[in-house]
């Protein structure tokens, strides 16, 4: 393992209550204004059902956003998404309302007023989607249980690579760092498609991942003897100072391209890269201040020996 930070003594776990404390703030925040102020989750149209269409323009229409969402409000089709896709230069736009009907008639009066409202800048149609609002409650509920089968098997794997508190301890964090990663979304509302749910995903990765490396290191200090010279939470501290070097290499290549991809990628990928932004944060602070404690509540109770 490369070091670069050889012999650190940090107390993390010091303040390990205080972050604990702001950790179940900004959740509880986050879903009291999603239903206080917004009145529920925003769901995509992969979830909620409707229409999505892509067109090429033949012409630039970057600033024309605001025109062209003006026309289709006008059309009753509610609220509707407007979005680049790829680089500006090619001039492409995604569209998505949430108005469900039968067969194309909403995709067809969208390119109809489109077409109207820019008689001098033809377009092609490059995709067309219908999301029936059956189809986007079966994609919720598949969701759901992937979610918790995929956490299910962690605990499993953990529990038997470890031993159970050691799975319970690096499980709960998840819910954590997903209920963190999708802040943002509750916070302003921003629509919860499925590259949001794919990004949730790589994010419980990426956090069991750094989990398993710290408790790794924690099994091997306790195999070692550790608790006959430290209490746990000594333990524990020395054992996230052993693989600080490794914490930090790790998640700074993950953020550092996670951040090029929020700041460059456009927003056909703002979703995936927003969430990963948060979550990747949310994912090394929840080993150490979320997973930790667990242990050392387990240990009051249940006194871990290996």
Known sequence: MI??????????????????????????????VMFVVY???????????????????EKAVKDDIGKIRGIVSGLGLGNPEIKTVGPVSHNELQITVKKKAEGSLVADELKAAIQKGYPDNTFELR??????????????????????LALAVLLVYVGFRFSLPFGVAAIIPL????CIAISPFLFFNYEMSL?????????????????????????????????????????LNWSINQTLSRTIITSLTVFSVVTFLFVLGGES????????????????????????PILIWWNKRWPITR
């Open 3 to 32: 070091q670069f930070m050889k012999d650190t003594k940090y107390d993390f776990l010091k303040f390990s209550k205080i972050a604990i404390s702001i950790s179940v703030a900004i959740i509880a925040a986050a879903i009291l």
């Open 195 to 235: 590259s949001t749910l794919a990004a949730v995903l790589t994010v419980v990765g990426f956090s069991i991942n750094d989990t398993i490396v710290i408790f790794d290191r924690v099994r091997e200090n306790l195999r070692g003897g550790g608790l006959r010279q430290k209490n746990l939470t000594e333990l």
């Open 175 to 178: 819910f954590h760092d997903s």
């Open 269 to 292: 990928i703002r979703d995936f890269s927003l969430t990963m932004f948060v979550g990747t944060i949310a994912g090394v602070y929840s080993t150490i201040y979320i997973a930790s």
């Open 39 to 57: 009145g529920g989750p925003n769901f995509s149209v992969d979830f909620a059902g409707g229409t999505v269409v892509q067109l090429k323009f």
């Open 127 to 148: 995709r067309q989607e219908q999301v029936g609002p059956k189809i986007g409650s079966e994609l919720r509920t598949d969701a759901i249980i992937m979610i918790i």
